[in-house]
């Protein structure tokens, strides 16, 4: 066997030479011996599998096989299936790597395969320096590098400026026209500029879908000028990062949740301290659906206020996103938890989540039950995201020195409230707004580190029942506007 | 889990600079951040499993552990048993490859730890920047051809 391995460092950084190197077909424009190349079966040059037939500038026609292509680690593999010469068992690496020290790249170039023995010295300088180092001086002067590197000063100017000169990528994106209904959400193309400094550009691979992008597009909540997208939460992969980021890295998978909105795009180019790294456990399609959902959770349950072992509890909409995690962790901490519920379904739900006290809300009085069930003592937390419809209630259905935990109003505004009346019981109220829990690179990584272990644990249980292309978002939204959705949806790219 | 990654080129061939640094007990020589080490025990630098207990210029103190030495594949990896870093579960891998453009050495230095989340970001800065790229900095000057 016959191995062959050339190397060298391209002055550009990675992902501009992957861009280049990435498309299997795409060799017949920056290799100087290849005179025309096609894609076998009309498939793509980014298939694994496809077959490039391919012309060399001599004359030579050859059939060679992509085998394998990871966009992760900037690498693809491929063989020789046909060839005018007799290289045997033929399978070649191509792989590149970031140079941090500097934004260079180092591109690695190796093959194994055997010959017959009077030709194999031939064959490998052939391959190494008439194939592997010609495809590097060709690269090297797309990028305006004439002469090798060997002993030449790299661009020093370039080290100031790590990993962030690159170019703008364009993706597509579903774009809010004008405050309405679904049909005002359109597939355009957006571009994804180049990452500044404190930003990262990712490309989503998972969208989560909630209801506060309905609010957006309907301009409930005035979170976009439009036109403009909507989204709060995604996972992905990082492409690039700009000066000054630390702790992430291109090829990572990360997730995030957090305003502005703009993640029902394909690419995207955001500030980097509210992204984390994904845990291999938890897949993109959890992370996307759960990142809001589940942050949300967290803070509500550990930094709000603090759930203990023994207290009884009270979710309102315990079937819900929210409640359902609400419910799981909760029973987790060895809380007793009661739940409202709007239907027999629901209550069935709440109940699988650890929720041991699912109340009808629209058959039995829930102050009531509350007090029956905890022998007249009310709860030590009631977690309220129901509003005007519960609030008064709620604070009935309180314990002594209990904490009422007000985290949204979907019924409706909240009115007026007497805070001298909280002396009857003693009583906390908080009003938390997500951003001031989850607006610092600390706070988040905290944050997100246990909901990652409580979802790894199996703490948490996410159950994602919807999936809708991107370019489908209208119709998602249609779905959940019309409580066709149970349990979480998400968009794919 | 925090990873970091750094690489670099260093101008000088790859088995001069694996020689620099397959001894595990020579950081003090290529290392500015390093004053002093040694191996415990007595063993050779080179037997896996030995532990090296070096001191810090600005004084502290740390015990690492060789978990692999590769002479073929020109890669060392070894954890951190005690620092005063605050880390745990730190693994790092020092890997080189030879460029044959050039005859010059891809070196790459990877981490991967758990910390304090808030700790995060400058616990990678400080691991990426002052301890890879610093030792990288260093190597250069003690072998590179300018």
């Known amino acids: 066997m016959i191995s062959v391995r050339r190397s060298t460092i391209i002055d550009a950084p990675v992902d501009e030479v992957w861009a280049i190197l990435r498309d299997f077909n795409g060799h017949a424009r920056w290799h100087p011996a290849i005179a025309e190349s096609r894609i076998e079966d009309g498939r793509a040059g980014d298939e694994a599998g496809c077959v490039r037939r391919f012309r060399l500038t001599d004359g030579g026609e050859l059939r060679e096989q992509l085998l394998t292509l990871s966009d992760r680690d900037r690498r693809f593999s491929y063989c020789i299936l046909d060839a005018p010469i007799p290289l045997i068992d033929y399978v070649a690496n191509v792989s590149l790597k970031p140079v941090t020290d500097g934004n260079r790249t180092y591109w690695e170039w190796s093959s194994s395969f055997a010959a017959p023995e009077d030709r194999a010295d031939e064959l490998a300088a052939l391959i190494g320096e008439g194939i592997y180092e010609a495809g590097f001086a060709s690269v090297r002067a797309m990028f305006g590098q004439t002469t090798s590197t060997g002993h030449a000063s790299p661009r020093t100017s370039r080290a100031v400026t790590p990993m962030g000169d690159h170019r703008p990528i364009d993706g597509g994106a579903v774009v809010i026209e004008r405050h309405g209904g679904p049909e005002v959400l359109r597939w355009e193309r957006a571009t994804a500029m180049p990452p500044g400094p404190g930003e990262v550009r990712i490309r989503h691979t998972a969208i989560g879908l909630n209801y506060i992008d309905v609010y957006t597009r309907t301009g409930y909540y005035p979170l976009i000028q439009p ?78 206020a603090s759930v203990r072992e023994g207290d009884t509890i009270l979710v309102h909409a315990a079937a819900g996103g929210v409640g359902q995690l609400l419910c799981q962790w909760a029973r987790h901490l060895g809380a007793t938890v009661i739940g409202t519920v709007g239907s027999l379904d629901k209550a069935k739900i709440a109940r699988g989540a650890g929720c041991a006290y699912p109340i009808l809300y629209r058959e039995t009085d829930f102050v009531e039950r509350v007090l029956e069930i905890t022998e007249g003592r009310g709860c030590n937390i009631v977690y309220d995201a129901v509003g005007a419809d519960t609030f008064l209630k709620s604070y009935e259905a309180l314990a002594l020195r209990g904490h009422l935990v007000s985290y949204g109003q979907a019924s409706g505004p909240i009115p007026p409230i007497d805070i001298a009346a909280f002396v009857g019981k003693s009583a906390t109220v908080s009003r938390p707004n997500f951003g001031h829990y989850t607006g610092t690179a600390a706070e988040v990584r905290s944050i997100c580190d246990r909901l990652f272990r409580a979802l790894s644990n199996g703490v948490l249980q996410v159950e994602i029942s919807q999936e809708f292309a991107l370019r489908d978002a209208a119709e998602a939204h249609r779905a959940l506007e019309s409580r066709r959705t149970m349990g979480s949806t998400i968009l794919i790219p | ?65 060789l978990l692999a030495l590769s002479d073929y594949d020109f890669s060392c990896t070894y954890s951190i048993l005690e620092s005063p870093m605050g880390v745990r579960d730190y693994i790092a891998t020092l890997k080189l490859s030879p460029i044959t453009d050039g005859n010059r050495t891809f070196a790459e230095w990877t981490a991967e730890f758990d910390c304090e989340p808030e700790r995060a970001g400058a616990l990678a800065q400080q691991v990426g920047q002052g301890v890879f790229q610093g030792g990288f900095d260093g190597l250069k000057r003690s072998l590179g051809r300018r």
């Open chain 1, 227 to 304: 036109p403009g997208i909507p989204g709060m939460e995604a996972a992905g992969i990082v492409l690039d990062i700009g000066p000054s980021v630390h702790g992430l890295m291109p090829g990572d998978r990360v997730a995030y949740a957090c305003a502005p909105p703009g993640a029902y795009v394909e690419v995207r180019t955001m500030k980097a301290d509210l992204v984390v790294p994904l845990p291999d456990e938890i897949s993109d399609r959890v992370a996307a659906a759960v990142m809001l959902k589940g942050m949300s959770a967290e803070f509500l349950l550990h930094r709000v």
């Open chain 2, 1 to 65: 889990m925090v990873k970091v990654y750094t690489s670099s080129v260093i101008d000088a061939p790859a088995d001069r600079v694996w020689a620099a640094v397959r001894d595990f007990n020579a950081l003090p020589q290529w290392h500015p951040a390093i004053r002093d080490s040694r191996i415990e025990g007595n063993h050779p630098s080179d037997k896996i499993g030995c532990i090296r207990n070096f001191n810090l210029r600005d004084g502290g103190n740390i015990r690492e552990r």
